[in-house]
C-alpha cells in the first residue's frame, strides 16, 4: 500500500502557494500523521515541511519523490493548527506558506528544558549544599531549597540531584488555588458569566480603568485549570505582559507560562512541550500565542480587545480578535472579550446581540474615578502663556509634588521637535526616502525618519537656499523633558521607545516608577494602559488634538480610546486623582465624552455617524496596496488592478470598488504606494471579486515588477 502525503513548504511565498505530493516509505506510514514535520528533497534542494493531508490518492501522473525524514514528534504541528493555517490562508486570501509564518513552531528538540520540580529530602540537600560552593552559587537549587517546589532547567546538576533521590522531576500539577477576594460587584459580574458560558459563548466584560477585571479573569481560569484545562490569557503588548506576571504568578506560580517574541528558543519549546502534553498551565502572551498548539484549551481571554496591538501590519495582516473567534468556535470553549473601551465592532455585535455584556462600573474598593478637567490652550495663549505646559497642570504639578505624589505626562511623540522648516524659503525637512516630515533628536543630534529609520547629521543650513534658517517647530517627549527640568526639580523619567531599546530596560523602569524613584514621568502610549502605579495622582495630556483630525474614519474612536485609558492612571491608589486635557478643541464632542466618562453616550453618537456613512461595523472594507520604486509602473499597475476588480463585480453589484488614489502616505522607504478600497455590505462576495480580479493581475507582467498588500480589515490607512 502506498500512502501519499500533500505537504506545505516552509518558505514563506506568493508563488509557491500550493501543497506538493511526496510518497511515505511503507516504513515510516505508521509514524506519521496529519500535521508531522517532514524533510524531502525539492528542486534538487533539502526542504522542511508539514504533512497537511494524507491519503491513498496521487493527483497526478508522473514521477513522486520520497519523504526522506520525519523529524521528531515534539516539532509537529497538531491537526487543530493544520486546520487553523488553511483558514488563515483562505480568510486573509495568503499562502499556505504565508500562514505558516506565524506558528512560531521550534526547530529542534531541546533537552535541558524546565520542568516541574520537588524537593523529597531537604536534610541532604542543606547538607550537599552546605559542601558545595558551586551549589551555594547556584541560584536554581537555592530557589529550590527556600520554595520546595519549582520550574527549574534540568541542567546537570538538577539531573545528578533528581539521580541520587534528593529532587524529583513531576508532571504539573493541578493548582492548588488560594482565595481570590472579589468585592460586591465582581462576585455578580463573574457569577453571571458562569452562568452563561455553555458552549460557543462569547462574552464582553466592560469595566471602567480600575474596576478589577483582572481578578475576575483570573477566577474563571483557576477554574478551568482546576478542571484540568489549558487557558489562553492574551495582552496587547510585551510591556503589560511582563507586569501582569507577577499577578498570575500570585494566584498560578506552577501553572504559568509566559509567550512573546521575546523569549529565546529554549524558552519557546518549553512552552510549546508542556502544551502538547496537555499540561494543566495558563499561558500569559502576545498576539503571536494564539497560534500554540494548545491540547486541552477550556477558555481564552483577549483582554484590551480594542488594541491596535492586535493587528499585525505583515502580511498576512490578521486581527487576533478574529482568530480567536474562531478557535474559540472550533473548539465549543467559551472567548471572553475585556477592556474599559469596547471597539466599535465588539459594541455593535453586543447591541445586535450577538456578544452577551457585563458591565463593572465601580473601581475596586469604591475608590472614585479621577476628575477630568479641560484646559482650552487658545485661552491660554491669548492669556500669554505659549509653552507646551498651561498654567492649570503646571500649577496641579508642583501641588501634587509637593505632597509627594507622582505626576504622569502623555504625549504619543518622540524626539524633539517633529517639524523642520526653512524661515527664509519655506522648505519642509521631509526623509528622501519617505513621502513624511522627520522629526529632530537633541540627544542625538540628528534628524530622524520614525518610518524607515533613516538619521540626517543635524544642521542649521536650509538644503534648498543654503541660508543658515532651519528652525523647529512643535514638540516631542524630549522636548518636554527638557521644558520641566527647568521648572521644577524633580526626578524626571523619559519612557518611550528611545529610551527603551536596552534588553530588560521596560522592567527595570516600571520597577523604579513603583519604588518612587520618579517625580515626574513622561510618556507615550507605552505607558498608557494597563499599569498601576498606587502613587501616581496627577495625569497630564499635553496635546489631545494630536490623533483627532487625521484622515482616518477611526481617528475618533482612537482618541476616545487612547484618552480614556491615559486618564485611567490616574487615583488608582488611596489618593483621588485628577487629569488635565489641554486640548485646542474643547468642545468637541469626544474630549467632552472622555471628561464624563460616558463611554455609552460616546459609542452610540459613533455609530450613528459610521452608520450615516456606511463605514464598519455598517460594512466591510478590503485594502489593496501597490507599491514599487517607478511611480509610473504603480499607477499603471493600480489602474489595471482596478479594471480587472471591476469586470470581476459585475455580478456582484453589492461591492464599491473606490480608487485607486494615492495611500496618505504616499511614499515610504522609496516605495511609491496606491491604494485601492472594496466596500461591501456582503463580505464573501468581495473575497470572490478579490480572488478573480488578483487571479488577472498575476497573469500581468507588472505583477513580478509590483509590491501587491491585501488588507482585509485594515485599522489604519497610511
Known sequence: ????????????????????????????????????????????????????????????????????????????????????????????????????????????????????????????????????????????????????????????????????????????????????????????????????????????????????????????????????????????????????????????????????????????????????????????????????????????????????????????????????????????????????????????????GLIKYYFLGKRYQNRPYPQVIIVDMFKEAKEGNTGIISSVLQQKISERLQKGEQVFLFLNRRGFAPMIMCRKCGYFYRCPDCDVSMTYHKEEKNFQCHYCGKKIAFTCKCPACQEISLDLYGYGTQRVEEELKKLFPAKIFRVDYDTMRSKNSYDKILEAIKNREADIIIGTQMLAKGFDFPDLTLVGVLNADQSLNLPDFRAGERSFNLLTQVAGRAGRGLVPGEVIIQTFNPENYIIQAVQRGNFQQYALKELSLRKQTGYPPFSKIFRLIIAGEDEQQVIEGANNLVNLLKNASKCNPEVEIIGPAAAPFYKLKRNFRYHILLKTNKSSFAREVLKAGLQEFKKSSLNHKLTLVLDLSPQIFL
Open 1 to 352: 500500500m502506498t500512502v501519499y502525503a500533500q505537504v506545505a513548504l516552509l518558505r514563506p511565498s506568493r508563488h509557491l502557494d500550493r501543497l506538493y505530493t511526496y510518497k511515505l516509505p511503507s516504513s515510516d506510514i505508521k509514524k506519521v500523521a496529519i500535521g508531522a514535520k517532514v524533510k524531502f528533497n525539492f528542486n534538487n534542494r533539502l526542504e522542511e515541511g508539514f504533512i497537511f493531508s494524507l491519503g491513498q490518492e496521487k493527483d497526478f501522473s508522473g514521477e513522486i519523490k520520497p519523504i526522506l525524514e520525519v523529524l521528531p514528534e515534539e516539532l509537529w504541528l497538531t491537526p487543530e493548527l493544520v486546520e487553523m493555517v488553511k483558514w488563515i490562508s483562505e480568510y486573509y486570501l495568503c499562502s499556505i506558506t504565508e500562514a505558516l509564518t506565524l506558528i512560531s513552531f521550534p526547530e529542534k528538540v531541546y533537552q535541558d528544558v524546565e520542568v516541574f520540580c520537588t524537593v523529597v529530602d531537604e536534610t541532604k540537600l542543606k547538607e550537599k549544599i552546605k559542601k558545595s560552593k558551586r551549589l551555594q552559587n547556584d541560584e536554581t537549587v537555592i530557589s529550590l531549597l527556600k520554595d520546595k517546589r519549582g520550574l527549574v532547567r534540568t541542567t546537570s546538576t538538577i539531573k545528578k540531584l533528581v539521580k541520587q533521590g534528593i529532587l524529583q522531576i513531576r508532571e504539573k500539577p493541578l493548582p492548588n488555588l488560594p482565595p481570590i477576594e472579589l468585592t460586591e460587584s465582581q462576585k455578580q459580574v463573574y457569577q453571571q458569566i458562569k452562568r452563561d458560558m455553555p458552549k460557543n459563548f462569547v462574552g464582553l466584560l466592560h469595566g471602567i480603568t480600575g474596576s478589577g477585571k483582572t481578578e475576575i479573569y483570573l477566577k474563571l481560569a483557576g477554574d478551568f485549570l482546576n478542571q484540568g484545562k489549558q487557558v489562553l490569557f492574551l495582552l496587547p503588548e510585551i510591556g503589560i505582559t511582563t507586569q501582569m506576571v507577577a499577578r498570575v504568578k500570585k494566584y498560578f506560580p506552577e501553572n504559568t507560562l509566559v509567550y512573546h517574541s521575546r523569549l529565546n528558543a529554549r524558552e519557546k519549546f518549553t512552552v510549546w512541550r508542556e502544551l502538547k502534553k496537555g499540561s494543566p498551565v495558563l499561558v500569559l502572551g502576545t498576539r503571536s500565542a494564539a497560534f500554540l498548539p494548545f491540547q486541552n484549551l477550556g477558555l481564552i481571554i483577549l483582554d484590551e480587545e480594542h488594541e491596535l496591538s492586535y493587528k499585525q501590519e505583515e502580511t498576512p495582516k490578521y486581527h487576533v480578535r478574529e482568530v480567536v473567534y474562531w478557535r474559540a468556535k472550533r473548539l465549543g470553549i467559551p472567548l471572553l472579550l475585556g477592556t474599559a473601551t469596547p471597539s466599535m465592532e465588539t459594541y455593535a455585535a453586543v447591541i445586535s
